[in-house]
């Protein structure tokens, strides 16, 4: 009679020599890699025209902040902006100055919002 540990073992040996005789499976070749994206160009900048948008912010800017000032809503902070801003507008520095009209005329607008709310709940 067999003993069944034999046979597992040679089953197991069978096994063994079975995969290794097998011929290694066949990998398909990886696919060329992508081109990079194409780089975007920036047109450019016509300074001219930042310039007059910087001043034309200023400008609304101004308004915003008299808009408020006139209600007795202008907060510090929107004052200080637009004083950035002007600075800015006379050191020819026209993104920041674009920026600070910005956030003066937003903090403006916000000052007259707040005049919506009750003063005591």
Request: aromatic fraction near 2%.
């Amino acid at each position: 009679m067999l003993d069944p540990l034999r046979v597992c073992a040679a089953a197991l040996v069978l096994a063994m020599v079975a995969g290794c005789a097998a011929e290694p499976p066949k990998v398909a070749p990886a696919p060329p890699p992508e081109p990079p994206p194409p780089v975007a160009v920036k047109p450019p900048v016509d300074e001219q025209a930042r310039a007059e948008e910087a001043k034309a912010m200023l400008a609304q800017a101004e308004t915003d902040v008299q808009r408020a000032r006139a209600k007795r809503a202008l907060w510090l902070k929107a004052w200080e902006e637009l004083i950035a801003a002007r600075r800015a507008v006379a050191a020819n520095d026209a993104q920041a100055a674009i920026g600070h009209s910005r956030s003066a005329s937003e903090l403006s607008q916000l000052g007259l919002e707040q005049l919506a709310y009750p003063a005591v709940k």
